[in-house]
C-alpha cells in the first residue's frame, strides 16, 4: 500500500445575512434543552447577542452566559466554563466570539466528560488519543473573520505550567453547526478586522504552501487568499458593508478548512508572540509572514509567485513579499515586531519558543531554531 491522505470537511454550515435567527432551530435539532453561552465582554458590549437570544426564546430553548475569556485564553477560562456549565445543568455549548470565545467554547465541553489535565490532551504530544465522542454538542458563531475556529477541529489555550500557546486537536472538537452572520461582525473595530483578515489571509497562504498533497486543501485556500484580495480593505474602510464582511468570513472558515493540510513557519514564530507578550494573534502573523514568504522563495517559488498576483503584485516571491508589505500598511498595522513592543531582548527565548511549536513541522522549508530567530530578526 502506498501512502494513504485523509480528506474531510464536515461541518454542517448555516451562512448568511440574519443565520443567526436560526441558532434556536439549530439547538432543536441537537435535542437541547438548556444551553450555556460562551462568549467574552467585548462580545456581550458590542450587542450582538439581541437576536441569538430571542432565537432561543422562540425555540423554548433556556440559557445562560459565560463571559470570563481573555483574548489569548488561559486555563482558568476553560475550568470556570466547564464549572458554568456543570452549574448551569447546560446540554448545549453555544459559543459566540472570535477565535478566544470558540475555541474556549470546544474546550470547554471536553472538560465536561474529560478529567485529566488540559496539558495531557496537547496535540504536539499526540493528546487527542484521549479525546473521545462523549462530549455534549456545539454551535458556533463567529464574531470576526480570521481564526475560522468555526470549522476547525482546534482549541489554542495557554497551558499555566509551560506558559506555551497550545493546541488541543480532535475532530470530536468541530462544532455540530457552524452558524455564520456577517451581522455579528458589523461592529468588529477595524484594527481588530485588519488584524483578524490577516489571520485568515495567512491560514490560507501557509496551507496553500505547506508540504504535502491536498488538493481540495489548496483549491480552497486559493480562493481564500483571492477572497481576502477582493474585500478585506472593504470590511476594514466600511464595517457596514455586509458583501465584504461576508467575503471575509468565507475566507476565514476556508482557511481553517484549508489548513488540515498544514500550517507553517509563521503560525510557529506567532504563539510565542501571543503567549509571551499579548500580541493579538493576527497581528503577530501580519508582522511576522512577509519574512516567512521571502525564506520560503526558494522552495515555493511558483505558488508564492501565484498568490503575489492574486494579491495584485508581481507575479514573483519578491513580489508576494511587497504586496503583503503594502497590504499591512494599507490596514494601518504597524509594520516590525519593535513598534508592536516586543523587546529585542526577548529573541531567544521567542526562538527556542517557536521551535518547540508544531507548526513549523509542515513549513515547506524545514526550519532550525537559528532559522527561526533569523526569522524573528527580519520582522522587527
Ligand atoms: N482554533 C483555531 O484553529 C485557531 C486558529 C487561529 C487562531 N486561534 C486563536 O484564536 C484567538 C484569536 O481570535 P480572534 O483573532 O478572533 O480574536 P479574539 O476572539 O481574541 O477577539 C479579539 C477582540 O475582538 C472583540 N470582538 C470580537 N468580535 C467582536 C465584534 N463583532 N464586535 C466588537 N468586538 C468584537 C473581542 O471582544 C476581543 O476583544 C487566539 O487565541 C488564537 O490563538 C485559533
Ligand atoms: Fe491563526
Not at 494513504?4 to 448568511?16: A, N
Not at 435567527?21 to 450582538?48: C, M, N, P, Y
Not at 513541522?361 to 522587527?380: I, M, Q, T, V
Request: hydrophobic share 40%; charged share 20%.
Amino acid at each position: 500500500m502506498g501512502d494513504l491522505t485523509y480528506w474531510s470537511f464536515p461541518t454542517r454550515i448555516v451562512f448568511g445575512i440574519g443565520a443567526a435567527e436560526q441558532t434556536g432551530v439549530e439547538a432543536t435539532r441537537l435535542g437541547a434543552k438548556r444551553a450555556l453561552i460562551v462568549t467574552d465582554k467585548g462580545v456581550v458590549g458590542a450587542g450582538v447577542l439581541g437576536g441569538i437570544e430571542r432565537s432561543l426564546r422562540g425555540a423554548g430553548i433556556t440559557w445562560s452566559i459565560f463571559d470570563d475569556v481573555l483574548g489569548n485564553p488561559i486555563e482558568k477560562n476553560v475550568h470556570d466554563g466547564v464549572r458554568a456549565f456543570r452549574e448551569s445543568g447546560a446540554d448545549l455549548v453555544i459559543a459566540i466570539g472570535g477565535g478566544s470565545p470558540l475555541d474556549v467554547g470546544k474546550l470547554v465541553r471536553l472538560g465536561v466528560n474529560h478529567t485529566r489535565p488540559l496539558a495531557d490532551y496537547d496535540d504536539a504530544k499526540g493528546g487527542d488519543r484521549y479525546i473521545t465522542s462523549n462530549v455534549p454538542p456545539m454551535l458556533a458563531l463567529p464574531t470576526t473573520a480570521g481564526t475560522g475556529s468555526e470549522v476547525g477541529r482546534s482549541g489554542v489555550v495557554t497551558i499555566d505550567a509551560t506558559h506555551r500557546k497550545t493546541v488541543i486537536f480532535s475532530p470530536h472538537l468541530l462544532a455540530n453547526a457552524a452558524i455564520i452572520d456577517p451581522e455579528l461582525t458589523r461592529g468588529l473595530p477595524p484594527f481588530f478586522t485588519a488584524a483578524t483578515g490577516f489571520d485568515a489571509l495567512t491560514h490560507c497562504l501557509e496551507a496553500y504552501v505547506a508540504r504535502g498533497d491536498h488538493p481540495m486543501a489548496d483549491g480552497i485556500a486559493f480562493e481564500g487568499i483571492r477572497l481576502v484580495a477582493r474585500y478585506i480593505e472593504r470590511a476594514y474602510a466600511r464595517g457596514d458593508d455586509l458583501e465584504a464582511r461576508g467575503g471575509m468570513l468565507k475566507a476565514s472558515m476556508m482557511g481553517a478548512v484549508a489548513f488540515q493540510k498544514g500550517l507553517g513557519a509563521c503560525h510557529s514564530l506567532a504563539h510565542p508572540l501571543s503567549s509571551e507578550h499579548n500580541l493579538h494573534h493576527g497581528l503577530a502573523n501580519a508582522l511576522c509572514l512577509p519574512a516567512v514568504c521571502a525564506f520560503n522563495a526558494e522552495v515555493a517559488g511558483a505558488r508564492l509567485a501565484e498568490v503575489g498576483a492574486l494579491l495584485g503584485g508581481e507575479a514573483s516571491p519578491r513580489g508576494c513579499v511587497d504586496a503583503l508589505r503594502n497590504l499591512r500598511s494599507r490596514l494601518g498595522l504597524v509594520s516590525g515586531l519593535g513598534e508592536a513592543g516586543v523587546p529585542r531582548e526577548s529573541i531567544d527565548k521567542l526562538a527556542d519558543l517557536a521551535f518547540e511549536d508544531a507548526c513549523h513541522g509542515s513549513n515547506p522549508r524545514p526550519c532550525s531554531r537559528d532559522d527561526l530567530r533569523a526569522l524573528y530578526e527580519a520582522s522587527f
